[in-house]
């Protein structure tokens, strides 16, 4: 086949391509504010999370962050989005459950967090939530999931929330506008490699 008859065949491919996508875009005719879960056994959940506040501080939004289990101050991104101050964060937990032992203030310091995060999925003036490692809480039990799919049904109705964790609920899933499974194909942490500044940190 001659490179012109190549180019065509490409040319076509392409233009029918292009109708198709077209098509579906000029379906999607409703704006809403939107339920993301992202959840799986791989690494980039909250990084994921993480890069849709960079863009929604692009477009001039407002961000609250609410991270559950996580206990630790010394992020990048907490150290880099602090200084913005369209962003409002929260580290809610005191590390993860394996360091903390203590079902009890474990489930304790959810339930305080929880009562936090209400109060941002309150606020009209939340362009975007994202609730890091929510999901383990809900897997735990330290947490209403009826209450908390309530709280995120009856939030202002352009607010975006982004759920975070392994094991997201069934339930959860079901509720969200757009769900995300990251899948651990290798890591390097099982090779015996220490976490990372700007890459785990």
């Not at 065509?8 to 809403?32: G, H, L, P, S």
């Not at 899933?173 to 942490?189: I, R």
Request: proline share 2%.
């Amino acid at each position: 086949m001659s490179e012109a008859d190549l180019a065509q065949r490409y040319r076509q491919r392409m233009q029918r391509q292009k109708t198709v996508v077209d098509t579906a875009i000029a379906r999607a005719d409703r704006v809403k504010g939107l339920l993301l879960v992202l959840t799986g056994n791989g690494k980039g959940k909250s990084s994921s999370a993480f890069g849709m506040i960079a863009r929604a501080l692009g477009h001039g939004m407002r961000i609250g962050v609410a991270q559950f289990i996580k206990g630790r101050s010394d992020t990048g991104e907490e150290a880099f989005f602090r200084k913005h101050d369209n962003v409002v964060w929260h580290v809610l937990g005191e590390g993860f459950t394996w360091d903390t032992q203590n079902l009890e203030r474990d489930m304790e310091i959810a339930r305080r967090g929880w009562l936090l995060a209400q109060t941002m999925l309150q606020d009209p003036s939340f362009d975007l939530i994202v609730l890091d490692e929510l999901t383990y809480p809900l897997k735990f039990g330290w947490l209403d999931l009826d209450q908390v799919l309530g709280d995120l049904k009856n939030r202002p109705s352009m607010q975006h929330v982004v759920i975070t964790g392994r094991g997201a609920p069934g339930t959860l899933c079901d509720a969200a506008d757009t769900v995300t499974e990251m899948v651990d194909a290798k890591h390097a942490f099982r090779a015996g490699i220490k976490a990372q500044q700007g890459i785990d940190l």
